[in-house]
């Protein structure tokens, strides 16, 4: 699959750990770019594709047990599905695609969160998506108090959310590792302060990304 060479659009993520505000942030970026005249769309992981959106559930689901590495199988696997069916397809039009999480995710939350080996996780990334990597990520980096705080405000907790603050702990660390490793790709935003703030860098990242 080579995805990268037959891309015009350009593929942005965003990531975080739960509470981050990556919808809020996520939905001003795709009206950022559509009043610059590209068609863009939004997206999710898990999720994106109808199959994908049937793994979400059980992914999600309080009620289902699973071994870590078949957590990171099933991500994997609809994110196989999300790439074939919504991202390279939009992209190959030249659209803009937006992703609420993508690969990013799966080292942060089963490779630091649930502690597989990170060198599976690459096995995984090599075999799903070649070279392909997002043209831009953007990581809102929240403490796990105050992630905390926004999640159980919204909603009931759902499998990941249920989480101890250990957990998140190692998942934020884990986004912070990574967002060093590849730092032209992974810009960190400070989602610890005020919307107008965060929205303000996010808004200087994009500007300085689309020169
Ligand atoms: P969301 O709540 O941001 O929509 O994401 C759903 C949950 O799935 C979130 O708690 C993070 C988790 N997740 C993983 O554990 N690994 C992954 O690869 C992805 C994409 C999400």
């Given at each position: 699959m080579?995805?990268?060479?037959?891309?015009?659009?350009?593929?942005?993520?965003?990531?975080?750990?739960?509470?981050?505000?990556?919808?809020?942030?996520?939905?001003?970026?795709?009206?950022?770019?559509?009043?610059?005249?590209?068609?863009?769309?939004?997206t999710r992981e898990p999720g994106g594709t109808r199959l994908g959106e049937r793994l979400r559930e059980l992914l999600l689901d309080n009620y289902q047990t699973m071994h870590g590495e078949t957590e990171a199988l099933l991500m994997f696997a609809a994110r196989r599905e999300h790439l074939d069916k919504v991202i390279v397809p939009a992209l190959d039009q030249g659209n803009w695609v937006i992703s609420d999480r993508f690969t990013d995710a799966s080292f942060a939350y089963q490779g630091g969160g649930r502690g597989l080996p990170i060198q599976k996780l690459e096995v995984l990334e090599h075999w799903v998506q070649g070279l392909f990597q997002p043209d831009l990520t953007l990581y809102l980096d929240v403490t796990v108090e105050l992630g905390r705080q926004r999640t159980s405000a919204i909603k009931t907790a759902d499998r990941f959310?249920?989480?101890?603050?250990?957990?998140?702990?190692?998942?934020?660390?884990?986004?912070?590792?990574?967002?060093?490793k590849f730092p032209q790709r992974i810009r960190v935003i400070n989602a610890n302060l005020p919307l107008e703030q965060v929205n303000k860098s996010i808004e200087e990242t994009i500007i300085s990304f689309c020169k």
């Open positions: 080579m995805i990268s060479e037959t891309s015009k659009g350009k593929f942005i993520t965003m990531e975080g750990i739960d509470g981050a505000g990556k919808s809020t942030h996520l939905n001003w970026l795709a009206d950022f770019f559509r009043s610059r005249g590209k068609t863009v769309v939004v959310e249920k989480e101890r603050d250990e957990f998140f702990q190692r998942v934020r660390e884990c986004y912070l590792e990574r967002a060093r």
